[in-house]
């Protein structure tokens, strides 16, 4: 794992979202910000003036928000090694795969399951909050997302494949063909 990057209040909000993805998230949740057109930043746009804008919110407490929600993050990140080994060793484990149908039906890690709106439904209604859940998305840019949205659903023992199914498939499984997305 690699050290924390930097953070300052003149730091970017591109910067900050591409060195903590998990702040958008963060922002939003605590200090209702990035989440609609109200509340929304620019790429270009400091933190500093993010926080003035949103009714002077502490520069301070913000940058310690988004540092205590990356470490929290990179506490939910498995890596792919970890994850094959973790499936092998628990047969009730759930592995869901949060990316799209047709990457799906493409290719995936063998023994998951494709997330639908009804799968939360599903795992909710077995009762078993303590169930061992790994999510993984292609490049692991959404899986932290899908991972926390569970646990706020009560599930207490889920994680993320850090790096998706690209780094799992030079890592574990090079029989898995690699792709890219036209739009990534």
């Not at 930097?6 to 989440?35: C, N, V, W």
């Amino acid at each position: 794992m690699s050290a924390t990057p930097e953070l300052s209040p003149d730091s970017t909000m591109q910067e900050i979202l591409s060195a903590f993805p998990g702040a958008k998230r963060a922002l939003f949740a605590r200090y209702h910000i990035g989440g609609c057109s109200s509340c929304a930043y620019g790429d270009d746009e400091s933190l500093s003036s993010v926080c003035h804008r949103n009714d002077d919110l502490p520069i301070d407490e913000v940058m310690t928000h988004i540092l205590n929600a990356h470490e929290h993050d990179k506490k939910l990140l498995i890596s792919p090694k970890r994850a094959e080994e973790r499936c092998a060793a628990n047969r009730d484990l759930l592995l869901l795969d949060i990316r799209t149908a047709e990457e799906y039906d493409a290719v995936r890690i063998s023994g998951s399951t494709r997330y639908t709106e009804q799968t939360l439904q599903e795992i909710s209604a077995t009762g078993t909050p303590d169930r061992e859940i790994i999510v993984y998305d292609h490049l692991g840019k959404s899986a932290l997302d899908i991972a926390s949205f569970i646990m706020g659903h009560g599930f207490t023992n889920v994680s993320a494949i850090e790096g998706g199914i690209d780094r799992y498939s030079q890592e574990v499984d090079n029989s898995l063909p690699r792709y890219r997305l036209e739009f990534e």
